[in-house]
């Protein structure tokens, strides 16, 4: 069975913490990666990374002294992503809830770049500003949270947290067309 397929299948399955029922194109990793300085970052956490379309090109750029720490609750891609091998690389099945407990638990106390797949307009409102804040609490000052979405509802959501220092981006190569948020913490 195709990667696509499967990625599909699973998609549908679980589709109100997957989100979408396609893996993120070349494009859209490409975009949501631009803004990452890879020579100078130390840790970087990405979030729902699915069946690891976005978590192997980190992988391909990363330096040799930064970690990328994965959060993936869905049993088959949490599967797929352990099947990954790569010495920087830890997969957590873990809630993004729960970041900075188990980023301290590694040895973690900050993290320069969080990249973030998660669908949060279908994620329960209580847990996505859970979610949010402590995503802003592990960031380094200056640090970037990049999270992309399909339509701009949640903007106002990541102002609240962000305040100005919001970036938008389109990405149109993508399925569906997606828009990437560029969010720094001040």
């Not at 913490?17 to 970052?41: C, D, E, H, W, Y």
């Not at 002294?65 to 992503?81: G, H, M, R, S």
């Amino acid at each position: 069975m195709s990667k696509k397929i499967q990625f599909f299948k699973e998609a549908v399955k679980s589709y109100k913490t997957s989100g979408t029922v396609a893996p993120s194109s070349r494009f859209l990793a490409k975009r949501m990666l631009k803004q990452i300085n890879f020579s100078k970052a130390e840790v970087i956490v990405e979030l729902g990374p699915g069946d690891g379309a976005i978590t192997k090109r980190i992988l391909k750029k990363i330096q040799s002294n930064t970690v990328l720490v994965c959060f993936e609750i869905n049993d088959a891609f949490y599967k797929e992503l352990k099947e990954i091998n790569h010495p920087q690389l830890i997969v957590l099945k873990s809630s993004a809830e729960d970041i900075r407990k188990e980023l301290s638990k590694l040895g973690y106390t900050k993290v320069d770049y969080i990249v973030s797949s998660l669908p949060l307009t279908i994620i329960p409102k209580e847990i996505s500003s859970n979610i949010l804040r402590e995503c802003y609490n592990s960031l380094n000052i200056n640090g970037l949270f990049i999270q992309y979405q399909y339509s701009l509802t949640y903007y106002k959501k990541l102002k609240k947290v962000f305040g100005d220092f919001i970036e938008l981006d389109f990405e149109p190569l993508n399925f569906p067309p997606a828009f990437v948020y560029k969010c720094t913490k001040k």
